[in-house]
């Protein structure tokens, strides 16, 4: 075992309270244990409970890229359960499918493309390459504007961000014991899944990642010579639409940068 992987051990022992000479610190250590472990600890009182939470938490810090990938889809066919997913000869279907063939293979990456029929304005991409268009988002936008939005999401893929929300969503639920096999990930129970949908969905990027992968969009516009300037219409129709009215669309933009800056923003890097 590397020295990472220790490091990471102690981490979760001391996280669980467990690391002061055998002794109980869960009690100075405050709400903070619980609010980053979940459950961990809840299980029971003693040493030995909290060593299983530890090892729980170790686990899933030290799952692998491919693990995480596994789970990402994993999700994805637990959330194309309950989502309406447009069949292959939709008219939403068949118009992502025409804009897509192409990058099925972007910047080495393995992606895969289907549309959730709905009215929310949103689009989403998973660690493994899933990426998934709202139909409401694609009513709102011309092509040129979605093959936008598309860049920016392959852009959270390539640049990883996907892959780290999942991590810090896997490590949030491995109090609650979503990993199931003690070898790898193994098979997630729909309750764990559930649970760590949960988790994912609160593993919000961060804005630096947004705009990282606002810069990724813009790039594949230019790579593929697309209409550079739809990236800053996209983002004034979005801040045209917030506009306080509430709902779905008003929830996804508080947790990104402002529209209306990002569109400012990108005018100008496509003007160099």
Do not use: W
Request: proline share 1%.
């Amino acid at each position: 075992m590397n020295t990472s992987r220790l490091s990471a051990l102690a981490l979760a022992l001391l996280l669980a309270g467990c690391a002061t000479n055998g002794a109980d610190t869960s009690a100075s250590s405050g709400s903070g244990v619980g609010s980053v472990l979940g459950a961990a600890g809840a299980g029971g009182s003693g040493t030995e409970s909290k060593i299983g939470a530890a090892a729980d938490v170790f686990k899933a810090a030290t799952v692998s890229d491919d693990e995480l990938k596994s789970v990402s889809l994993q999700l994805r066919a637990y959330e194309e359960r309950t989502e309406k997913v447009a069949p292959a000869k939709n008219k939403y279907a068949q118009r992502l499918a025409r804009l897509t063939k192409k990058h099925v293979n972007e910047d080495g990456l393995k992606l895969n493309f289907k549309v959730y029929l709905s009215n929310e304005v949103n689009a989403n991409a998973t660690a493994d390459g899933s990426i998934r268009v709202y139909s409401g988002l694609m009513d709102m936008m011309n092509d040129q504007e979605l093959l936008g939005v598309i860049g920016h999401e392959i852009g959270h893929v390539k640049l990883q961000h996907s892959l780290s929300t999942m991590r810090t969503a896997y490590l949030a639920s491995a109090g609650r014991k979503a990993a199931s096999a003690a070898g790898g990930v193994g098979k997630l129970a729909d309750s764990d899944l559930g649970a760590l949908g949960e988790k994912l969905v609160n593993s919000q990027f961060s804005q630096s990642q947004e705009t990282a992968s606002d810069d990724y969009g813009l790039a594949f516009m230019k790579k593929h010579k697309y209409k550079v300037s739809a990236m800053e219409s996209a983002f004034r129709k979005l801040a045209a639409q917030s506009g306080g009215k509430g709902g779905t669309l008003d929830e996804m933009l508080s947790s990104h940068p402002d529209p209306a800056g990002r569109a400012d923003r990108m005018r100008d890097l496509a003007a160099k």
